[in-house]
């Protein structure tokens, strides 16, 4: 179970940072209530990671050679996949990634403002945060990679630890976003999460050994 959370909270707080659920929050939480956004946001990705973990252990139901194998060449595919993009990502177009990244989601959020009435509640503000992030957040990386981690893994520690990994990035995009919205590297970012993703691949191929 240990192994589970430690894998599930390093891989989800490795590639959210920077990703464009993290400026969803940040941008919402610069007008809106802070609580409410943080709130909204991580009970829909919460609600992700479950559906992630339920859809990981149903496939791990299927014969394990399978899914072992399977496991294997997910992680070992998005890790070298991140490697080749973080090495096509030069220093001038570090900024420009994260930037495109923050103007998607500020087109999302705008969208969505104009479809809520201007007097926002507590109600509006969580639903239009969980909307917003759970919609983002359906079909990325990190939805496919907690359904790989589950598949071969502890189910609660995987959904603890992915969980609480984007709870922590939520809470980095809410408080202080803006501020470091201009000191992250997409480049180290995506660099940083292809390692991770080989290594458990490496991890999930050893321990099948």
């Keep these: 179970m240990l192994t589970a959370f430690t894998a599930g909270l390093l891989l989800i707080t490795v590639s959210e940072l920077g990703d464009k659920t993290f400026f969803i929050a940040m941008i919402l939480a610069m007008h809106h209530s ?3 956004v943080f709130t909204g946001v991580v009970a829909a990705l919460a609600a992700m990671t479950i559906i992630s973990v339920l859809f990981g252990k149903a496939v791990s139901r299927l014969p394990e050679v399978y899914t072992h194998y399977a496991v ?11 490697l080749y993009q973080a090495s096509k990502i030069t220093a001038a177009a570090d900024k420009a990634e994260v930037m495109e990244e923050m103007e998607e989601a500020k087109a999302a959020v705008e969208k969505a403002d104009l ?3 201007k007097r926002k509640t507590p109600l ?3 639903s239009e945060a969980f909307v917003l992030t759970f919609m983002a957040e359906w079909g990325d990386r990190t939805q ?13 520690g ?22 470091i919205a201009g000191k992250i590297s997409e480049r180290q970012l995506t660099f940083a999460g292809g390692c991770l993703f080989l290594i458990f691949g490496v991890v999930a191929a050893i321990e099948g050994v």
Excluded: D, E
């Design 124 to 126: 509006s503000i969580v």
């Design 72 to 82: 294997i060449v997910l992680f070992i595919f998005f890790g070298i996949k991140l």
């Design 158 to 179: 995987v959904t603890i630890g992915a969980i609480l990994g984007h709870a922590i990035c939520a809470a980095i995009a809410v408080i202080g976003g803006k501020m």
């Design 115 to 117: 479809q809520l009435p």
């Design 144 to 156: 496919i990679a907690t359904i790989a981690l589950a598949a071969g893994k502890n189910a609660i």
């Design 34 to 36: 802070r609580r409410w």
